[in-house]
């Protein structure tokens, strides 16, 4: 059995996380808060046996793998920390503030000969997945263009760091953004090289955050493709598409944490709805992590991943500041 401690007391562990390393055949031993009364109150109520108020203590626990979920300021020191102590180690996305942070977690967990992933849940999903194979498989010829619909409405439990604080880095790109560049890598087997964006503030996010970003990315294959990621749209749908030059895959409600949606493939012979499996997606994730520190495969993604998407991010927090498209170099 793989042992887990959780550093921080998290929504999203608690939402999703805890019940996926369970399902996967892991415990969790403990968790960490900066707060005691809070940590032993999540402790308790998701019936963890430990609950610690630093990092040392927890790493000094029977412990064989964290998982990082604090906010993301946080992420650099106690994956660093998490190496240092021969921990394997589960990042939430941003992997760190800059890309040159998280190269230095990814060398890191190298130096240690510890798994370090990214916390990229929608790799995962049936449909990105079923997507990522029938592009392969050459159903929709030569992919040229792609389009990413991911602004939705930051529900109100969640509208704290990520709206007012930068130090901790929230806004919408470091946030959502990641993910799109995730998707868009894993689905389409091509890296981005260039991106161009507009970012907004639309009435929720303060101090000189964002809340609203468009995209447009250029890939090395030649690929075009534009995204949009929101905290402020409370009636628009997810979705993604993917335009050949045989034919087009387009996808509904599939930017998500929940395996939902719909895969459509349309041809010159017609449409047909694809067959996607509705695993969880972050059960599929620890299952994946749990066979890496086994040996068996890779995490569904990497450290290196995570650099990828963050090298991303900042290139476009870059194109919005500038008014220029921004090459990117994640050095990985
Ligand atoms: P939370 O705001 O829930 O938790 C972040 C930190 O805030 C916790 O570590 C905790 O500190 C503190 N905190 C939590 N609840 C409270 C509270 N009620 N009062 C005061 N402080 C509190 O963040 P999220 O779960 O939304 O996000 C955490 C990380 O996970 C981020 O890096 C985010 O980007 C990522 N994320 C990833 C998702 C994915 O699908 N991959 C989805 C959602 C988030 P302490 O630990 O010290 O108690």
Redesign the pocket.
Same mark, same amino acid.
């Given at each position: 059995t793989i042992r887990w401690g959780l550093i921080?007391?998290?929504?999203?562990a608690r939402e999703y996380v805890i019940d996926a390393i369970r399902a996967e055949g892991g415990e969790i031993a403990a968790v960490m808060?900066?707060?005691p009364e809070? /940590?032993a109150a999540y402790a308790r109520e998701n019936g963890i046996p430990l609950a610690f108020a630093n990092l040392d203590d927890l790493l000094s626990a029977d412990i064989d793998a964290v998982y990082i979920?604090?906010?993301?300021e946080l992420h650099l020191e106690q994956a660093l920390a998490a190496a240092r102590a021969g921990k394997h180690i589960l990042c939430?996305?941003p992997l760190a503030l800059s890309s040159n942070d998280a190269r230095k977690m990814v060398v890191a967990a190298s130096i240690a000969n510890v798994v370090l992933a990214t916390?990229h849940?929608l790799r995962n999903a049936g449909a990105h997945r079923a997507m990522r194979e029938a592009i392969r498989a050459g159903a929709i010829g030569k992919p040229v263009a792609a389009r990413v619909f991911h602004s939705v409405y930051l529900p109100e439990h969640?509208q /704290?760091?990520r709206l007012k604080d930068p130090a901790a880095g929230g806004g919408v790109v470091l946030?959502i953004t990641v993910h799109d560049a995730d998707t868009l890598r894993f689905v389409l087997g091509h890296d981005p090289i260039e991106i161009s964006a507009f970012t907004q503030a639309a009435g929720m996010a303060a101090s000189g955050l964002e809340d609203g970003a468009m995209c447009i990315w250029r890939f090395k294959s030649g690929l075009i493709a534009q995204s949009h990621e929101g905290f402020t749209t409370k009636f628009a749908e997810t979705g993604f598409e993917v335009h050949g030059t045989e034919g087009s895959l387009i996808a509904s409600d599939v930017m998500t944490?929940k395996p939902v949606g719909s895969v459509i493939l349309r041809t010159a012979i017609g449409e047909e709805e694809l067959p996607l499996e509705r695993e969880s997606l972050y059960g599929r994730a620890l299952g994946a992590f749990h066979a890496a520190i086994r040996g068996e495969g890779q995490p569904a993604a990497t450290g290196e991943d995570g650099v990828w998407s963050l090298a991303c991010a900042e290139a476009a927090l870059q194109s919005a500041r500038t008014g220029r498209a921004v090459k990117i170099e994640p050095g990985v």
């Open positions: 921080g007391a998290s929504n999203i808060s900066s707060n809070r /940590g979920s604090t906010t993301n939430e996305k916390n849940h969640l /704290g760091w946030d944490q």
